[in-house]
Structure formats: C-alpha cells, structure tokens
C-alpha cells in the first residue's frame, strides 16, 4: 500500500529513467564540488586576490551543503521530495548564472547559494531511491548514484581546466547552467509524482533546531579548514562555539514539540553505527587526496602531468566500481558488504602504509585501487544497509544525517590527516622535505588510517540491527 508520502511507483522502464534522472544530479552536485577547486589560480589573478580570499570560492559551497543538508532532507519530508529537488536544481543552476559576474563577492555569494541547492540535491536524490525502488534491487540503484558522484568528482579538475583554457573561467559556470537546465528538464519528466498531494506542515517546522544545528557545523567546519593546518585562537574560539551549539541543539530536541531530529533516532544502534563508519572511511580517503600529491611529487618524483594522471586512478575505479558494488549488495546482502568493503580497505591502507618507496608509482596505484574499490563497496552497502530500513516520512532525513557524516569525514581527515603528515614528515615547508622524509610521513599517516579502519570494522561489527524502521 502506498501512503501520501510515498510517489507512484514507476515502472521498469519509468524507474530506469528516473534512476538517470537522480544519477545525474549526483553527478552535478559533486561536479560543482571539484570543477572550482582548479580556477583558484586564475582567479587570483584576475580579481588581484590573495589566496585566503579566494579560497572562499571552495569553502562557501562546502559550508553550505554542510550547515543545511539535514535541514535540506527534512524539509523533503515534510514538504515533498520532488518539488523541493526541482527547486534545489533551480536554485544550483540560477547560482551558476550569478557565478559567471565579474565580482569576488557576489561568486562567493552565489557559490554558498549552489551549495544550498547542491544540499537539496544530494539529500533527496538518495531519498528519492527508496520511493522508486524496490527493496530488492537498492544496492545497485545507490551504487549508481555512487559511480554519477564519482564521475562528477573525477571530470571536474580535467572539464574545469579544458573550458578554463579555451573559454575562461566563466565557463565552467556556465557549463553548469547548462547541464542544470538539462537535469532540471529529465527531473521534471522521468521522476513520479506524489500519489496525493503533501500536506505542508509548516507550523511544526522546528526553526531553532535548524538554526543552532546550522551554528553547531558551520562552526565545526570552519574551524577544521582556516588556517590551512595551522592551529590557533581562532580555531579554537570556532570549536568552542561548535560545541556549545551543539549542547544547545541536544536541549532544544528534548523540548521541541516537532523537533528537527528526533533524538530517539540516534539511538538506534544500525543509524549511529553507519554514521560513525561513514565519517571514519572517508576521513581516510581525504587522505589517499591531501598526502598523496606531496608523496607522487617529492618521493617519486612525479611530473605536473604525470601526477594528475596517476590522481585520476582513485575516481576512475570509484566510477566503475559503483554498479557492481551494488550488484554484490543486492546479492549477498548489505551488511556482508559492509564489512567486506571495510576489510578492501583495510588491505589498501596496510598496503600504502607498509610499501616500500622502491615500490614506485606501480605499489601505489595498486593501492589506491584496492582501497576506493573497497570504499565504493562499502558506500553502496552501508547507504543501502540504512536508506532500506527507514520509514518514509524520515527518509530525506537520515539522507541528510549520511550525507552530513561523509561531509564531516571529508572535512576532518582533510586536517587531522594534514597535520599528521605533516609532523611525520617533519617539515616545515614540504616542498623542501627529502624523499624519506615525505615517504615516512606517508607511512605514519596511513597507519593512523589503518587504525580508523579498525574502528570502523568493530563498530561495523558490533552493528548488528537488522531493521532500522522508524513510526
């Protein structure tokens, strides 16, 4: 029986479509992620800027998806899925728009105004799964989704670099208008409609939660990321703002009538269990992307040219790793992959920790490769693992809740494992650290990486919910 929440489920071919339809705007929003970071240099340029200020450029779209994609995946249950997606990819493409005027401010403006589209995409795309698919065949529609992010994450830099050399960088906006106009378009057409209209409870709204939920991550994030590594007041004041944000959130949840996130949701031991290991893993993939160029650089020796190639090997395997990965956890099952994937990656990371420098380039990328194939197993597993056990009314929710653990992953392995490397390494300018110097840094790092693998592994195997069904 379908509920008012619950779109008309579509058929075979109507659900592939709109598969593609979500898949694409994965690749989007992933996409807006990774093109931006390679116009930094031209953009110094040609707003005569310094780097702390165009840095924005990147930290306002991350801090935008962070701070507001739980919010983002509550309003879908409250309000509807698909009109709050087709005005996330509205409002993503119009900010691309606004991307493309010669103003620092008003790009940095515009890009936080992509991020919250982007939060809207990402929230309810993998939502959107659990309406259109049956039970049966999840696995491989989140692998899909995995491999649309992947493919995103990997054409960024090499599509943002080809538009930015040919056309300037207003380009790679602009290209984003028009692959928003064309995702908006199949949205509009392939994804079902509710099967009765959605009643929008606005009043039950919970604004405070929202709004210190906001303070507690906004704060989070931008004390893990000022600085570049270098820790000081600032930081510490931000992280202390953070925390007493988040107590204030906990206490306004116990008396909100119509709370943002029900706390008795936290206590479910499958949710928290996938949260936990969701932040860990890709704390370590953030390392294989901030230890790996100074390693392939100053331990290999590895040319400009040659270093992009060989950066692109961990994106290509998570691109085709994503179907298949959800083929094995529709057959064998998602916990099964969950661990299989975590043990992937605990094997990549042993590698990368334990290998020789003599080993070159080829022990390294074989690595690499063992450890994203394990990690796209292990999303595939892990996202269907939760998204198939949850209620619909809450499923933009816990969306938002997997998405803000990858985020918050991404965001503290970028400086936790930075300031391990860079210790290790024992250097204050990296690009003078010899070759053993940055090999061992390299080494240390990732068998700290190890250990977080472990961790997940035993939360992994303390988890052993079957069913995460929420009232």
């Not at 694409?24 to 707003?47: C, R």
């Not at 309406?131 to 990997?154: H, K, N």
């Not at 331990?299 to 179907?323: K, N």
């Not at 292990?378 to 949850?390: I, L, S």
């Amino acid at each position: 029986m379908h509920t008012p929440d619950n779109p008309v489920p579509a058929s075979s071919a109507g659900e592939r479509r709109a598969l593609l339809s979500l898949s694409l705007t994965m690749l989007l929003s992933s996409l807006g992620t990774s093109i931006a970071n390679v116009a930094l240099p031209t953009l110094i340029t040609v707003f005569s800027a310094s780097f702390q200020q165009v840095q924005w450029v990147v930290l306002s779209y991350l801090l935008a998806i962070t701070t507001l994609i739980v919010s983002a995946g509550r309003l879908g249950d409250m309000f509807g899925r698909r009109p709050l997606l087709l005005g996330g990819v509205g409002l993503f493409t119009l900010a691309s728009l606004l991307c493309s005027y010669p103003s620092l401010p008003l790009l940095i403006a515009a890009r936080a105004m992509q991020g919250l589209g982007a939060a809207l995409m990402m929230a309810l795309s993998m939502a959107y799964v659990a309406d259109i698919v049956p039970r049966e065949r999840t696995g491989r529609a989140m692998g899909l989704l995995g491999t649309a992010s992947a493919i995103g994450t990997a054409m960024g830099p090499s599509l943002g670099g080809l538009l930015i050399g040919s056309l300037g960088w207003q380009a790679i906006f602009a290209a984003n208008v028009l692959l928003g106009l064309a995702v908006f378009c199949l949205l509009q057409r392939h994804l079902p409609a509710p099967a009765t209209p959605r009643r929008a409870a606005r009043s039950g709204y919970d604004y405070v939660g929202t709004a210190l939920l906001s303070i507690t991550l906004g704060a989070y994030a931008l004390a893990m990321t000022l600085g570049r590594g270098d820790w000081g007041l600032r930081n510490n004041v931000l992280l202390g703002l953070a925390l007493l944000a988040a107590a204030l959130f906990v206490i306004s949840q116990q008396r909100a009538s119509a709370p943002l996130i029900k706390l008795s949701l936290l206590a479910r031991p499958l949710l928290v269990a996938a949260l936990v290991m969701s932040a860990l893993v890709t704390s370590v993939v953030m390392a294989t992307l901030v230890v790996g160029p100074f390693y392939l650089t100053h331990a290999l020796g590895l040319s400009t040219t040659q270093l992009g190639l060989v950066m692109s090997a961990g994106p290509l395997v998570a691109a085709c790793s994503g179907v298949p990965a959800g083929h094995l956890v529709d057959r064998f099952g998602a916990r099964p992959m969950t661990l299989s994937g975590l043990l992937l990656m605990l094997a990549g990371s042993s590698g990368l920790a334990l290998q020789p420098v003599t080993s070159g380039v080829p022990g390294y990328v074989l690595a690499i490769m063992i450890t994203t194939a394990g990690y796209a197993l292990f999303q595939a597993a892990n996202n269907t693992q939760v998204m198939a056990g949850v209620a619909a009314e809450q499923r933009g929710l816990v969306s938002g809740l997997l998405n803000l653990s990858r985020n918050l992953g991404l965001i503290t392995g970028t400086a936790a494992m930075g300031a391990v490397f860079a210790m290790a390494s024992k250097a204050v300018a990296l690009t003078a650290s010899q070759p053993q110097a940055t090999g061992s840094g390299m080494h240390i790092t990732f068998a700290v990486a190890v250990l977080l693998i472990v961790l997940a592994l035993l939360v992994g195997l303390r988890s052993r919910a079957p069913q995460m069904q929420t009232v």
